[in-house]
């Protein structure tokens, strides 16, 4: 049995009438389900058969149970008897926790003693587009203080939309000798100083990769701050710190970092630096551009060979940046394009005409990120080479709802035509139709991952005028691997009656000015028995759709809804009827703060808890 | 209902809508109004400007279409421009021009020089500077004979050109 449990208290059990068996098998694989596997050790012994544990059986299981990585094998494991839940928690040197509120720190370093690696994300995708006010939470304070006490030998930190401070940096670098890597994705509150000492004390530091986090210039030479002698440094991703580096300093690094594959800077470093980085090491796998384009350059100077220290890269198979690109350098890339496998140009404004004669060598492609501005014309040009796409992102070069759109429908269903493989994709447009939705479902059985943005809101299919009902249709019902869509244009409830129907395997869902009524909200959280993450926005759903879930949140990881219809009491109703759910509700900011006659909830965020609300809520959040 | 009286203004009485005063709201319409982000107090502002002014347009929505701000702004192209006889070469972001006059203008602030007037027939006059740029083709052209933004999205690079060389791509030659 594969699935996990989520491990409620007594009351809850009673409330929900499941006995300990079905409940095992109703709920869903989850991925936030390290959180959920989480028992109240005092209580149950569920089907332990001896009352005192078998030592030796105990250890044949530690020595069993060490090859069982996946998260959602460990926690069924842990849920057979006591002695395996104990054994588990002894074994699980990896912990994924999906949404840090949904337990407090000390029960991870509770029940789990000899973690390596933790997992940790924060704030839900929505705050990436300004719908939550600054200060929400999600700190990455306790956390690094209580594992720097309970786990000496952690090694791996993975953060998510935390926010994390140069002192959490500086904690990190002292408590952990063994600390090997780091990863912060969309994370904030830190900047150039925290790198610097995570560099400087992190001496068996492989990874360091600040992946689309904002980071405070501090003025700081944080490149500087590597200590001297040959480092172990497997990766180092800076593109996204928005501040100048000395560049000899990275250079020098380069040079005494003889494991080094994975290298991304950022649009400081000018194309020909770039050339003196690539040539010091020809053994990188993934390389991001930085600027790609020249200092200026005196006239008469000899330029230096750029197609040449790429021809040298024969191991690189990823290239991002691009960032300030100067387009007549762009075919110096041609050499590596028949081994790249991964390509992102969403940085860079090209054409197709600059498009094309690279995108003819890519046979290999199996990522491809771009801004639209390679329209129509550049899609069917990657859709006639690129075989092998999993996925692929087109990016608005004018992300604003009424601008003028360079791609449709045309080149969304050339990619469906000459990419079979795919499995993902992300696709920003103006114009769209139901035939061109229906026709990448029959092309494309592979996709897993489908988010359409049509950028203007409410859009019908262009040609018919009608909603775009059928399409979004087509999709849930021929992609039976589908497990995440975010919908857009005119759509209404009979949308969300097929996503209901045939959305079997849906675990993330994303709704933006959607919908007629309660009834849409009602089809998917009656249909969908797998979804984990409902995000929904400016969509005319109200307590009723909300109540029509009541069954539904303890085996989800969170709601979103904002700019909605809830009132206050329909809120507050559900945080009263689900005690280990925790109710958030907030507004924008300038809220007064004694306006309890407001009824109407502007952003409700619900998540379920082991540890009852959190102490740390700003002002502005409620929690019913 | 969502809607109620906040800081004793019936804000619907000054909503804006399509049909007639009186009738029965849908929640559609609600909903547009709603998608602006702030309190109520603002929305009242906005939709009062929008009165005075104009037909109903979308105000700004908070956060839409979903794109990451690091995202926005974020596509910067720079092309090199270089000029006879000058020791350096320059690059500038044609994005940042919307029409042949501004580009202009800053090419000739950078160099210190001045251009001389354009006209179809027999390109620039006056000043013995000629604006060329090499298109995606290769091939080099004379800046201001295509629409702006032809020019602007097949502009490789651009090179001004002087004295002897500037002549040969007069009139006579194109």
Known sequence: MREDNLEMSENVERYLQLDPRSAAISQPPSSSSSAAAFVSPANKSRNCNSPCPDHVLENVLENVLQFLTSKCDRNAVSLVCKSWWRVEAQTRFEVFIGNCYSLSPDRLTHRFKRVRSLVLKGKPRFADFNLMPPNWGAQFAPWVAATAKAYPWLEKVHLKRMFVTDDDLALLAESFPGFKELTLVCCEGFGTSGIAIVANKCRQLKVLDLIESEVTDGEVDWISCFPEGETQLKSLSFDCVDSSINFKALEGLVVRSPFLEKLRTNRFVSLDELHRLMVRAPQLTSLGTGSFSPEDVSQGEQEPDYAAAFRACKSLVCLSGFKEFTPEYLPAISPVCANLTSLNFSYANISPDMLKPIIRNCHNIRVFWALDSICDEGLQAVAATCKELRELRVFPFDPREDSEGPISEVGFQAISEGCRKLESILYFCQRMTNGALTAMSENCPDLTVFRLCIMGRHRPDHVTGKPMDEGFGAIVKNCKKLTRLAVSGLLTDEAFSYIGEYGKLIRTLTVGFAGDSDMALRYVLEGCPKLQKLEIRDSPFGDVGLRSGMHRYYNMRFLWMSSCTLSRGGCRDVAHDLSNVVVEVFGSDDDDDDDFTRDYVETLYMYRSLDGPRKDAPKFVTIL | ?174
């Open chain 2, 1 to 174: 209902m969502a809607y109620e009286k906040v800081n004793e203004l019936n804000l619907k009485e000054t909503e804006l809508c399509l049909g007639l005063p009186g009738r029965k709201e849908e929640v559609k319409e609600e909903q547009d109004v709603s998608c602006v982000r702030s309190n109520n107090k603002r929305q009242f502002e906005e939709t009062r400007d929008e009165e005075e002014s104009k037909p109903p347009t979308k105000t700004q929505i908070v956060g839409w279409p979903p794109v990451r701000s690091y995202r926005k702004n974020n596509s910067v192209s720079y092309v090199k421009v270089s000029m006879d006889g000058a020791p350096y070469l320059r690059k500038i972001d044609l994005k940042t021009y919307k029409n042949y006059p501004e580009l202009l203008k800053a090419l000739e602030n950078m160099f210190k020089f001045t251009i001389g007037e354009y006209c179809e027939r027999e390109g620039y006059k006056g000043s013995g500077f000629v604006p060329t740029y090499e298109d995606k083709d290769g091939d080099w052209m004379l800046v201001g004979d295509v629409p702006w933004d032809m020019f602007s999205s097949s502009c490789k690079r651009l090179r001004i050109m002087k004295g002897s060389e500037a002549s040969a791509l007069d009139s006579s030659s194109l």
